[in-house]
């Protein structure tokens, strides 16, 4: 049943998927002195060639970057445009993310009279909507959200989360988060609509999600004027750490009090464990990283499709972190960003 | 020679006067200029040091600042840029140039001052993700920007100082090997000028004086020429005198008579 609806697009994302940077791969990047010894590396890997033909010496780390996007957009775009309900949905949810940021790009492009082609040229190409560029045009609020979001997705998360008030330029990133939290839960509630499996192994990655979300907002938000009542509004209603858990880390202070509540949770003991306050993000994005591989491990579900995108972004920031760091001259920094789990079980 | 190198001026006293005093006017500018190059000299060398010091942090501070925006980015993603680049409202620095002086020599000075611009959209960027990275990286530019204006200050004022020094050195040099050994052989030519026209005047009185005596002794005989003359008149007319006696013949006398004292005489008998 799935496979004849969604086969082709679950062996599609599994064979991109092992193309994706092995941990040798890294290792042999690691050892390169400079960007063009990445260049001739990764074109030697025959998926990047494709797209690195063009990048002309000297070669910067941007553009090494953008050719891994260039080659995640395609393989998002292909499996989007083969897919059928309710694949097709599920990955329209996958790109809300990217949309989220791009509103929020766009929003605050308007607050600075920028011109619509500038924006554009910012935005991520996975969450473009037709009317993005009428974003910046719009004056305020509610014209805002009657003329330009009211026909996108992200309506319904709008209209429950933001007043005219609230547009001031410091809630920018308020609302980004508060999009983003709406649209956790309502990601949540179109997983329970799937099949059995898929819902299970959703519920538990979102969980997993809601609780990075509320951690790290936890985290980034001290020495900030974010208030704490603010802050408990930033956090899903579901989540393993729900609904206690978030209730202590609302009252957090200092990343140590984070920590004391983490160890409490089974999952994330060992990441609270580190010492470092940037350990703990880092600890989290392995644990996502973990399950997103156990999910990949099954077959017939749709929560491949997430996991898979996952891997992408963290494709996209381990070349990024590498290239930097070869660029920066800081390869003993090497380790500190790069997550790579081998991918080939 | 010693026309080329000295003034042209009239050699008098008054202009010895005023040249004398230019001449103590540049020894003493000399030596005024001279300690102030030896100021400026030391002032740039510590520049140089500071600097260099400044210099080798400076790379270190700026490659981990660098670096630390790498680490937002990383922990953030893409959007975290956009929204960091647009969270700016006001610089929260700003540069201010002061001036120092040195020696008489100014020195522009420039420090950082917090406007005190808040930055309250910038407080929450990257709320969702790299947030904490952020503001670590907005701290390690910050101490970048405070060395930077630093090392700004310490290089425009090694420039200035180096321009400085090297005007003062060409003035320092100038006193020493021309102006100075123009006015001291100015003055030189001046005096040996006024000796000379003492000498001058010492000789030509000398010769007034000789001449004076000269036209003496010339009147004096040409008195005594005169009053010989009158003698002689006298005496040859007393002879005449004589004479026409004898040839009156009253007069037995001779020749030999005493011709001078007539007068007195008796008239010779014979």
Redesign the interface.
Same mark, same amino acid.
């Given at each position: 049943m799935f496979n004849r609806k969604h086969g082709f697009s679950e062996a599609f994302v599994r064979g991109c998927h092992s193309k994706r940077l092995s941990k040798r791969d890294y290792e042999e990047l690691g050892r390169c002195d400079s960007l063009e010894d990445v260049k001739t590396y990764l074109e030697s890997i025959s998926d990047y060639s494709d797209y690195l033909r063009n990048v002309q010496p000297p070669v910067k780390p941007e553009d090494i970057v953008a050719c891994c996007k260039r080659r995640h957009v395609k393989e998002f775009n292909t499996c989007q445009h083969q897919a059928s309900p309710p694949l097709s949905t599920f990955l329209e949810y996958l790109t809300y993310g990217h949309m989220i *940021?791009n509103l929020? @790009?766009a929003l605050?492009?308007m @607050? +600075?009279g920028r011109s619509s082609e500038e924006i554009l040229d910012?935005c991520?190409p996975i969450g473009l909507f037709d009317s993005l560029p009428s974003v910046v045009i719009s004056g305020n609020v509610q014209e805002l959200y009657r003329l330009v979001l009211v026909d996108t997705p992200l309506a319904k998360y709008l209209s429950g989360a933001v007043s005219a008030a609230d547009l001031d330029?410091?809630n920018? !990133? $308020?609302i980004?988060?508060v999009l983003?939290k709406e649209y956790l839960q309502d990601f949540m509630k179109f997983c329970s609509t799937l099949d059995l499996r898929t819902n299970e192994l959703m519920k538990n990655l979102l969980d997993l999600e809601a609780d990075r +979300?509320a951690i790290?907002?936890t985290?980034? /938000?001290?020495?900030?004027? $974010?208030s704490k009542s603010v802050r408990t509004t $930033?956090y899903t209603n579901f989540g393993t750490m729900h609904p206690d858990g978030f209730v202590r880390l609302a009252t957090c202070e200092t990343v140590d009090e984070v920590k004391q509540v983490l160890v409490t949770y089974p999952g994330f003991h060992e990441v609270a464990a580190k010492d470092d306050? +940037?350990d703990v *993000?880092r600890g989290l994005r392995i644990l996502e990283l973990e399950s997103c591989q156990r999910v990949l491990a099954e077959q017939f579900n749709l929560a491949a499709f997430y996991a898979f995108s996952k891997f992408q !972004?963290n494709e996209l /920031?381990n070349l990024?972190?590498l290239t !930097?760091?070869i660029a920066?001259?800081?390869k003993s /920094?090497l380790g !500190?960003?790069l997550i790579c789990i081998d991918t080939h079980l | 020679m010693s026309n080329q190198n000295r003034l042209q001026v009239a050699p008098t006293v008054t202009q010895l006067a005023v040249i004398k005093l230019r001449l103590q006017g540049a020894v003493r500018g000399h030596a005024l200029l001279k300690k102030k190059a030896d100021a400026l000299t030391l002032r740039h060398r510590a520049v140089l040091k500071a600097i260099v010091e400044r210099k080798t942090t400076l790379g270190e501070i700026m490659r981990e600042a660098h670096f630390s925006w790498t680490r937002a980015r990383h922990a953030g993603g893409e959007s975290v840029k956009h929204a960091v680049l647009d969270g700016v409202e006001r610089a929260k620095v700003r540069v201010r140039a002061s001036e120092e002086n040195v020696a008489g020599v100014k020195i522009p000075k420039f420090f950082l001052r917090d406007t005190g611009a808040e930055q309250r959209r910038m407080e929450l960027a990257g709320l969702g993700r790299g947030g904490a990275r952020v503001r670590e990286a907005r701290g390690a530019f910050e101490k970048a920007m405070t060395l930077l204006s630093e090392l700004a200050s310490l290089q425009t004022a090694f420039v200035t100082l180096d321009e400085a020094i090297r005007t003062t050195n060409r003035r320092v040099n100038a006193l020493e090997n021309y102006v100075t050994p123009r006015l001291q052989n100015t003055v030189k030519y001046i005096l040996g000028e006024l000796d000379e026209l003492e000498r001058e005047e010492f000789f030509r009185l000398k010769k007034v004086q000789a001449k004076k005596k000269r036209d003496v002794e010339q009147a004096e005989r040409e008195v005594a020429e005169i009053v010989a003359d009158d003698e002689a008149l006298r005496i040859a007319s007393e002879e005449l005198r004589a004479y026409d006696d004898v040839v009156r013949g009253e007069g037995g006398r001779g020749a030999g008579g005493n011709l001078i004292e007539t007068e007195q005489d008796e008239d010779l008998l014979f």
């Open positions: *940021d929020m @790009l605050n492009g @607050l +600075h910012k991520s330029e410091l920018v !990133e $308020l980004r988060n983003y +979300h790290r907002i985290v980034n /938000s001290f020495g900030t004027e $974010l $930033l306050a +940037h *993000d !972004e /920031s990024m972190w !930097e760091c920066q001259r800081q /920094s !500190e960003g | -």
